[in-house]
């Protein structure tokens, strides 16, 4: 599994109307197939040029499965993001191989 992490920094001038669109924006991505499921979660840090950081791990079954969404649709999901909200927001991205996952079973 592939782990593809999107980190935006939010400016507070847009922060509600950004929070809306990504809650849209996340289905679209999934919708593509390309990926099995995705988080959406705040940065717990103050960040000193103000605003607020996000993280959309979006969790990829296989390289293949990436590099296709990459192909055939990143771009065009991207260049929603930036005609809305241009300078306002800035993102990058990571990409995370899972080598083992462990889970605590309270019972």
Do not use: C
Request: no cysteine.
């Amino acid at each position: 599994m592939i782990i593809y992490n999107v980190t935006i920094q939010v400016d507070d001038s847009i922060h509600e109307a950004w929070l809306e669109w990504i809650k849209e924006h996340i289905p679209q991505v999934l919708s593509t197939g390309r990926f099995v499921e995705a988080k959406l979660t705040r940065v717990l840090v103050d960040e000193e040029m103000g605003g607020t950081i996000y993280s959309v791990q979006y969790k990829a079954r296989s390289r293949k499965h990436l590099d296709e969404y990459y192909e055939k649709y990143a771009d065009q999901l991207r260049q929603d993001g930036m005609r809305r909200f241009a300078d306002k927001m800035l993102a990058f991205r990571t990409e995370l191989e899972i080598i083992d996952e462990y889970k605590v079973n309270f019972n």
